[in-house]
């Protein structure tokens, strides 16, 4: 039985005193609950070793958003790995459509920082995901593919096991639209399908996948109970602790 994910990505919000405000209501809503499901937060770069030490001793975990595949060098304005495990990250989103789009990372760099992140011992979030455009085409699988054999090139099968994939159609991101629960579930059974293939079934029966875009409390739930979908990737409903606290408890 997969366990469920739920991760939040804060995206470029909140300073530091607004991260450790959101992170004292997240923690005390949670305070003496009990969740079947993990919980991720990933909150900007410049909160991440605050937010380490205030989640210690909580079921939360902590992520970044991003990083660069070198181990070190004159590359300004980069984090490494190393720099993220050392602010207390355990996770690491990556191939995220706003890094895709807006700052043009290719399939070989996301694989490249999958591979890099890998091998310092973080945990890739990989995302996932076809644009309007695309999937009015009838394109969607034909995307996810490409997308699934890039990111993943060279990762192995023991690797594979540290790897979450995020399912996020760039049509339904921030856009306050979002994949119907069959639409959500038919890709997501694809992605299962890829890995079975690709990999092993034992593998793609252990993948968990998550789905991602405006996810809220009131669609959680039943995104949530499809066979495939394993946890949600949240995006503005994250930065509400009662919001995520629902999805949470949905979960």
Known sequence: MRKKVIAGNWKMYYDLQ????????????????????????????TALSEASSLIKGTPVKLGAQNMYFQESGAYT?????????????????????ERRTIFKESDGLINEKIKAALKAGLKPIFCIGETLEEREKGKEKDILKTQ?????????????????????????????????????????????SYIEDDFTPEAAENLIIQYGGSVKPDNARELL???????????????????????????
């Open 148 to 192: 699934l054999s890039g990111g993943l090139n060279e990762v192995s099968l023991d690797e594979l096991k540290n790897i979450i994939i995020a399912y996020e159609p760039v049509w339904a991101i921030g856009t306050g639209r979002t994949a119907t629960p069959g639409q959500a579930e038919e890709m997501h059974d694809y992605i299962r």
């Open 18 to 45: 607004e991260s450790q405000n959101l992170i004292s209501k997240l923690t005390s809503g949670l305070s003496g609950k009990t969740f079947k499901c993990d919980i991720i937060i990933c909150p900007p770069f």
């Open 225 to 251: 109970s499809q066979k495939n979908i394993d946890g949600a990737l949240v995006g503005g409903a994250c930065l509400k602790a009662d919001s995520f606290i629902s999805i949470i408890e949905s979960a």
């Open 77 to 97: 304005g980069e984090v490494s790995a190393k720099m993220l495990i050392s602010a207390g990250c355990e996770y690491v989103i990556l191939g995220h459509s």
